[in-house]
């Protein structure tokens, strides 16, 4: 095909109006016909032609296709009809009316398709007219009457023309952007498209072009400013050789063009060739101008495109913007973020056949839920997991959730498919815990679902059938999903929340609107979007991008996860940059139930038993790959050690105190020794590498506990010809996660920890990395030693009351806040906590009688829904305080722990000072949090013995 697109056509000859003109001209020519002031009619003959008139209209009316098929008929009758009541007015002054009748006829003429047609009938009254006068005896009238005559014919065609012709345009055309609409563009392209030969040397390719996000930059900053930017895309596809550009949708365009190609023939190739050469020339930013809002703002628009290919796909129009439509759907997924059809138009038979079949397919039991692990970020202890569906089909097997969800999201299908999966993935997380495997599931939920009215109690239905704790279940809402209605969507947040659910905000950090949402939604964890997590090891701006979302997430008491973590790299850097919560592929992929913790562990940076069988000396340790490098880092803290001397014994200590074991020590591992450091119990300095826990502990990033007289990893090693039995290790970890040593507690005989001692651990070897990395404890030791002293008191305390008061009387002295309070519900019944005592420097006034309610705005309502401590460093710039309290409290910065039992959240502690915190040592928020795990214990073992 080597033509262009046609111009529009003329308007079609509409058959209303030839039956109503018919009419018309009709009724009035019997009107004439009997009126009486009317003299030298010949009245019979003109009642004969109204009469054939009314029939003409009938026959026009019952037969639409004699009008279609023949459009110049009834023009041509209306014509002859009006000239017959010409010649029998008989020169009467009714000759004047039916020369008028000549402009009914002159409206049917304008809707003929040939210019040819209009002119011919617009000729022919000037030929019938002064016949019918000659032959009615009345010629020296002929000269007037055609000097009239155009005022009735050639005017009205013009003008009806011109009228029509304009409503036509203002009909297949944007009025916003002055562009083609849909219609436009099918009548301009409609026709040509389908004459293209099978042998054409150029290709023609239909493409649909969608703005993924002018939703979000719409809301933010209004209308014009998303039509700014749609209207600089279509002018800079405009200049493409040959493109026709058109507007299908609100954020849509259409591009029709020859693409001369060396892929002629492959419509695949040449697909994805126009698509990355439509994407290319919308690279570069917009900038925002006229009166929009954000004027002078550079706006990158993020665009997907859907290619169709002509013939491949088909040569109708309409099936070609269908079939790249549905090539739009996979869009999103591919990393060019463009898609080519399949197929011809029948390409989307699979896809709909699938979107009928996912009902059935739920009702039968073929979707599957996989998991992929959470890690801590220090750690990477899997603490929770995601649930993601996946489709067993019959015939097509496993099939992941881009063939089917982006469908069944277009439908209530998806409302069926989330309540599966959220059922499925809250059974699943309950019997994890009750294999005593401490994690949480997350569940997606998109804007459909969101809108449920029954969400709410679904939630609340399934939390209780399997009798999961508050704050287990998370459901991860993106952006996306709130832009429709952001004030309703956080009255469901807000619900969910209090049925006990946590909630995330997912894909972070990729809509306009993000800031804006925060400032309205209450949020329990922040989901960083992969693009910036997967980029920041690469582009600094990436990386500042990732640190600032950490810090404010933070600041609004939000955990925040790293999403995409895909290699060691990456994970070393979001720990780094303060990121809570890691997930990706370095981790683990999507694995089924069974998998989930053998997978992760697996996959994780932790140690497999590698013992032969029947080995009779110690097995060789294994050797990380960074060998080299961690053995110069243990040679760097050795050359240190001397000045950690004194503190380094306080730590070993307290940790046999804490441990309860006759030895305990701080240990760096070398190429081929272990060095005892800071030994408590014992005056070992030494020992070979092989054979001790300690260097299969360097592999580890958590608490690992070793039988040494039973593990065969042992057998003739220094630890066990010493008669140790029990040793619990805990790397020493620094900020990049490198591990600077191992402090270690063991005994003769078996120990048993249990998970607040654990706790207390890991703790007391945060302050060591914090030393040895130059950060100054400051008498941190001294406090950590007064709240295990006082602990002990705690846990013989006679009533609830006295836990609590004891609890929170030792944790004021460990934070040393101005002031503290401890908060209780008095009364079961009723939402409200209050204030039952107060310590440090406070007018009772002040605090006592002031209520908080669980279902408010506060970060005590925040702690108590989801269990978890609240650290706020600056109330100002908070949006999860109340500004009334912390107000009333004088309070700049606040710390919340929540006391939680087997019967829920007890007490909450309110830490609280006058003046903006910049951080509180994470040594001393663990303390706190591990103290309030003991406390909880005594109160649980309190119930017991009153139950006894």
């Not at 003739?716 to 140790?724: H, P, R, S, T």
């Not at 270690?744 to 302050?767: E, H, K, S």
């Not at 509180?920 to 309030?932: F, G, I, K, M, Q």
């Amino acid at each position: 095909m080597t033509s262009s697109p046609d111009r529009a056509p003329a308007p079609e000859l509409d058959r209303r109006v030839v039956v109503a003109a018919h009419a018309t001209a009709s009724v009035a020519a019997v009107g004439i016909a009997g009126w009486p002031g009317w003299s030298g009619l010949d009245r019979g003959p003109l009642l004969a032609v109204a009469a054939v008139g009314v029939l003409a209209s009938l026959l026009f009316a019952l037969v639409p296709s004699l009008v279609r098929a023949s459009p110049q008929v009834p023009v041509a009758v209306g014509t002859l009809l009006t000239t017959l009541s010409v010649h029998f007015a008989d020169g009467s002054p009714a000759t004047g009316a039916f020369v008028l009748f000549y402009a009914v006829g002159a409206t049917c003429t304008a809707s003929l398709r040939s210019r040819r047609a209009v002119v011919l009938h617009t000729a022919l009254p000037f030929a019938g007219l002064p016949l019918a006068l000659a032959t009615a005896g009345h010629g020296h009238e002929i000269g007037g009457w055609l000097a009239a005559l155009p005022a009735t014919t050639v005017v009205p065609t013009v003008l009806v023309r011109l009228v029509v012709r304009a409503a036509q345009r203002r009909a297949a055309r944007d009025d916003v952007l002055d562009l083609p609409n849909r219609r436009g563009l099918l009548e301009r392209c409609a026709a040509a498209l389908r004459d293209v030969p099978e042998d054409a040397p150029t290709a023609w390719t239909v493409a649909v072009v969608h703005h993924d996000d002018l939703r979000e930059l719409r809301l933010a900053l209004g209308g014009p400013a998303a039509d700014v930017v749609l209207a600089e895309s279509a002018r800079r596809l405009a200049e493409l050789p040959g493109a026709v550009v058109a507007r299908v949708a609100p954020d849509t365009l259409a591009v029709v063009r020859p693409l001369t190609t060396g892929s002629a023939g492959d419509s695949l190739a040449t697909g994805r060739q126009e698509g990355i050469a439509l994407r290319s020339v919308l690279l570069e930013p917009v900038v925002l101008s006229g009166r929009s809002a954000g004027r002078g703002l550079h706006v990158r628009p993020e665009t997907s495109v859907g290619v169709a290919c002509v013939p491949d796909h088909g040569r109708d129009l309409e099936e070609l913007l269908a079939a790249a439509d549905v090539a739009l759907l996979g869009a999103h997924t591919t990393p060019t973020r463009t898609a080519v059809a399949e197929g011809t138009a029948a390409l989307d038979v699979d896809a709909l056949a699938l979107h009928t079949e996912l009902p059935g397919a739920i009702a039968d039991g073929q979707l599957r839920v996989h998991y992929q692990p959470l890690v801590t970020a220090g750690t990477h202890r899997v603490v929770g997991v995601e649930a993601l569906v996946r489709w067993q089909h019959p015939e097509r097997g496993l099939l992941g959730p881009g063939a089917f969800v982006p469908l069944a999201e277009r439908s209530q299908t998806i409302v069926g498919l989330t309540r599966f999966v959220l059922r499925e993935a809250v059974a699943q997380c309950a019997a994890w815990r009750a294999d005593g495997h401490d994690v949480g599931v997350s569940v997606n939920l998109s804007a459909a679902v969101l809108g449920e009215p029954t969400l709410v109690q679904t939630v609340r239905d399934v939390l209780a059938e399997h009798r999961l704790e508050r704050g287990t279940l998370t459901l991860e809402v993106t952006e996306s999903a709130l832009l429709d209605d952001p004030c309703g969507a956080a009255a469901v947040l807000a619900a969910l929340r209090a049925a006990g659910a946590r909630v995330s905000l997912d894909d972070f950090g990729t809509g306009y609107t993000s800031l804006t949402m925060l400032r309205q939604l209450e949020a329990d964890e922040l989901k960083i979007d992969r693009s910036f997590v997967a980029a920041a090891p690469h582009a600094p701006t990436d990386a500042a991008i990732v640190r600032a979302l950490v810090d404010l997430a933070h600041r609004l008491s939000m955990e925040v996860v790293a999403e995409g973590v895909e290699d060691a790299r990456t994970a070393d850097l979001v720990r780094g940059l303060g990121a809570d919560v890691l997930q990706g592929f370095h981790f683990s992929r999507p694995v089924p139930a069974a998998e989930v913790f053998t997978g992760a562990l697996a996959s994780a940076p932790q140690v497999l038993d590698l013992t032969p069988a029947g080995l009779d000396g110690p097995v060789r340790a294994p050797r990380p790959v960074d060998e080299t490098g961690r053995a110069r880092l243990a040679h760097e803290v050795l050359a240190t050690a001397d000045r950690a001397q004194r503190l380094l014994r306080r730590v070993t200590e307290l940790a046999a105190t804490v441990a309860g074991t006759e030895f305990a020590s701080f240990n760096v591992v070398t190429e081929d020794h272990v060095h005892v450091l800071a030994a408590h119990g014992h005056d070992l300095t030494r020992v070979p590498r092989d054979g001790t826990p300690c260097a299969w502990t360097v592999l580890q990033h958590d608490v690992v506990e070793y039988d040494c007289g039973t593990d065969p990893r042992f057998v003739g090693g220094a630890i066990a010809q010493n008669g140790v039995r029990h040793l619990t290790g805990v790397p020493v970890l620094d900020a990049h996660g490198r591990c600077l040593g191992v402090l270690c507690v063991y005994d003769r005989r078996p120990v048993a920890l249990d998970a607040d001692r654990r706790a207390q651990l890991r703790t007391l070897a945060g302050l060591v990395a914090d030393h040895l990395e130059g950060v100054e404890p400051a008498g941190v030791l001294d406090r950590l030693h007064g709240l295990l002293q006082v602990m002990a008191d705690v846990e013989r305390a006679s009533d609830d009351t006295a836990v609590g008061e004891g609890l929170a009387r030792a944790v004021h002295d460990l934070t040393r806040p101005d002031f503290s309070v401890l908060v209780r519900q008095v009364c079961p019944l009723e939402d409200r906590w209050d204030v039952v005592a107060h310590f440090g420097r406070v007018e009772p006034a002040v605090v006592e009688g002031v209520p908080f309610h669980a279902s408010g705005r506060s970060a005590v309502a925040r702690t108590i829904a989801s269990r978890r401590p609240v650290w706020v460093p600056d109330t100002g710039t908070s949006s999860v305080v109340d500004p009334g309290i912390a107000h009333r409290f004088g309070a700049r910065a606040v710390l919340t722990v929540p006391v939680v039992d087997e019967r829920g959240v007890r007490f909450v502690l309110v830490q609280c000072w006058r003046q903006t915190q910049h951080d509180l040592a994470p040594v001393l928020r663990d303390a706190a949090v591990a103290a309030a795990a003991r406390a909880a214990r005594a109160l649980g073992a309190g119930a017991e013995r009153v139950r006894a």
